[in-house]
């Protein structure tokens, strides 16, 4: 039997002092050896991620942590890319805020939302400083019954790891739940560390970041999930062109060799 090989991309401005992307690649090796979910794997700079066909042919997008980005218009394509053609989406920690942002803009109406990381001057701002940061925290997380992260998770309470200073502004609330987004996290204090959207294959985010859980020998259950929307995908959409069914590898790939990580020198915070 003939297998094909789920293409994910993780958009990003790949940097090693980034402890979320140093770890991206045991995870893809833990997700083969120990659950045999094996992926190809291809960073995406987010400068690259809006030009067309950037994104065509993967099976799952992963928008990684490392604002502000060095294109936010790249990561807001890979964000619509995912939504708009049911491809199945992660998106962690600064993922998460562009997400947010994505569909304020896309979905809502809200044509000058803004990060306020990238403009903290403009009114709009649907995306803000928290008013404590969470830079290298950990806290409880309260999961909504009966959601798309209850099943992933499998538990209505999990603690997780952060590392971000900017989360989503509750006077938007009201407006993106009307139009069809679903938070189904929070903190101890009902601040929102979840969404997913219901009608998508699979679509979530998180402002914590699953790929700091543990010690990296195994995978976060959301990036596990992910993984497997992924061979969904692949099993439901016909062969792309460029693209051949083949044995699955004893090891998950390698990240895209052609790709130069980014030479920034400080951790991002979200």
Do not use: K
């Not at 403009?122 to 995306?127: G, L, N, S, Y």
């Not at 859980?213 to 460029?242: E, F, K, N, Q, Y």
């Amino acid at each position: 039997m003939t297998y094909l090989t789920p293409r994910i991309a993780l958009v990003g401005d790949r940097s090693p002092a980034v402890r979320s992307h140093a770890r991206i690649p045991g995870l893809l090796d833990a997700l083969a050896e120990r659950e045999q979910l094996v992926l190809d794997a291809y960073w995406i700079p987010t400068e690259d991620a809006g030009a067309p066909g950037a994104l065509d042919g993967f099976d799952a997008i992963w928008l990684l942590p490392g604002s502000p980005y060095r294109s936010e218009a790249g990561a807001l394509a890979a964000v619509r890319t995912a939504r708009e053609r049911g491809i199945p989406f992660l998106g962690t920690c600064a993922g998460f805020q562009h997400a947010v942002l994505e569909y304020a803009r896309n979905v809502c109406g809200l044509g000058g939302a803004v990060h306020g990381e990238e403009h903290p001057e403009r009114d709009e701002q649907v995306i803000v400083p928290l008013a404590c940061s969470l830079v290298g925290h950990e806290g409880a997380v309260a999961i909504t019954p009966g959601t798309l992260a209850e099943r992933v998770l499998g538990a209505t309470r999990t603690l997780e790891r952060y590392h971000c200073a900017y989360g989503l502004n509750a006077a938007y609330l009201d407006r993106l739940r009307a139009h069809g987004l679903r938070f189904s996290g929070a903190d101890g204090a009902g601040e929102v560390r979840v969404l997913e959207l219901p009608d998508h294959p699979f679509f979530l985010a998180s402002l914590f970041q699953p790929e700091l859980s543990g010690d990296g020998t195994r995978a976060h259950a959301m990036i596990r999930a992910l993984a497997g929307a992924a061979v969904a995908h692949a099993a439901g959409s016909p062969t792309p062109a460029g693209r051949t069914a083949a044995v699955p590898p004893a090891t998950a790939p390698g990240t895209d060799p052609g790709t130069d990580p980014s030479t920034t020198t400080l951790e991002a915070t979200a």
